[in-house]
């Protein structure tokens, strides 16, 4: 079984450069907010995230998160059929190996591999021109089998050892151009795990999601999204139970606690026993 979960390969950066990331000089542009009609939800949106096995349609939530290229047809009708919203997973900022499509990246945009993870490696996201063949059929593709939003992986390089000299600057507007395209497309975007840029892209992306917050201490970094009244839903691996519902609740997360293969096991904090 593929895990598709990435380690946390963040480096060390100062508080000033953080906010010098942050800045509006770090390749601003205008924000563009969810078309009209798409999914944009508010804080305490109920969620499943499963990207292997069968997808079990029976949990009542409203939102399913499942992988793009691996979802049957028939799990994304039964759910639509329940009232669920589907997004789907793809990465964005990643080359992975078994994916159908991965030989259509331009070699010369093909980076380290990810940490633990020789099968996938990163992608130069300074290369819009050369990697938006692949990513606009992705989100083409989204876009034709229903899937009400999706959910780009891998959009935090910059802090990464990838092989290519990002900054944030970069990752910012790789992001904005992500989230610029999806919304042409009348897709819902989520915004995963660049914490450290969640202010300027928060008029960007319609919600977040956030891995091992709670594990990590960065929950709090979250704040723009909650104060936009955007969800921001939460995953925790290893983090104690009481100690991330205590977080949740404060914050206004929407925490589900999963294992690392994100199969069709999943504990909340009503049911984790916090």
Known sequence: MIMRVKPRLVVCL???????????????????????????????TTWQWQLTGTIDTALDVAMYD????????????????????????????????????????????IG?????????????????????????DRLDLARARGCDGVEPDNVDGHLNDTGFPLVAADQLAFNRWLADQAHERQLSIGLKNDLDQA??????????LVEQCVEFAECDAAHPFLEAGKAVFAAEYEAATSEACAVARRLGLSLIFKDLDLGPEMETCAAGGD
């Open 112 to 136: 380290k591999p990810l940490e633990g993870w020789p099968d996938e490696r990163w992608l130069d996201i300074r290369a819009i021109d050369d990697l938006s063949p692949v990513l606009l």
């Open 199 to 208: 202010e300027p892209l928060v008029d960007h992306f319609d919600w977040l």
């Open 14 to 44: 100062s508080m000033a450069l953080l906010l010098a990331a942050c800045s509006d000089g770090a390749g601003a542009t205008a924000a563009t907010t969810a078309p009209a009609g798409a999914w944009t939800p508010a804080p305490g």
């Open 66 to 109: 499942v992988d793009l290229f691996e979802v049957d047809d028939a799990a994304i009708e039964r759910l639509h059929r329940e009232g669920r919203i589907v997004v789907c997973y793809f990465s964005a900022g990643s080359v992975e190996q078994w994916r159908p499509d991965a030989e259509r990246f331009p070699d010369a945009t």
